[in-house]
Nanobody, 121 residues
């Protein structure tokens, strides 16, 4: 019912920048929050940043001051601007959206397929 498509991952040197994007589509009534998780090899998936429908943002401490989450001009899109990247930021980044659909008004989390971000030292 809801599809999330991420783009923009890649390889960058330490200190560099990348922007990843996520676009949600489908039978969407309302999106309450959109955010990004990441999972590095051998580690648990962790929340990186989230933005609410009202624009409130939340970041994990390790990315504060370096990453910025924002809504796109296009409807149901979100960006994660990543600056001053470190090798420890290397992970698969997953977009997640908490969505109430036209047929299911109880919000449910939907996930994208993930995009690889690799930071070389």
């Amino acid at each position: 019912q809801v599809q999330l498509v991420e783009s923009g991952g890649g390889l960058v040197q330490a200190g560099g920048s990348l922007r990843v994007s996520c676009a949600a589509s489908g039978s969407i009534f309302i999106i309450n929050t959109m955010g990004w998780y990441r999972q590095a090899p051998g580690k648990q998936r962790e929340l990186v940043a989230v933005i609410t429908n009202g624009g409130t943002t939340l970041y994990v401490d390790s990315v504060k001051g370096r990453f910025t989450i924002s809504k796109g001009n296009a409807k149901n899109t979100v960006y994660l601007e990543m600056n001053s990247l470190k090798p420890e930021d290397t992970a698969v980044y997953y977009c997640v959206a908490r969505v109430a659909t036209m047929t299911q008004r109880t919000p449910t989390d939907y996930w994208g397929q993930g995009t690889q971000v690799t930071v070389s030292s």
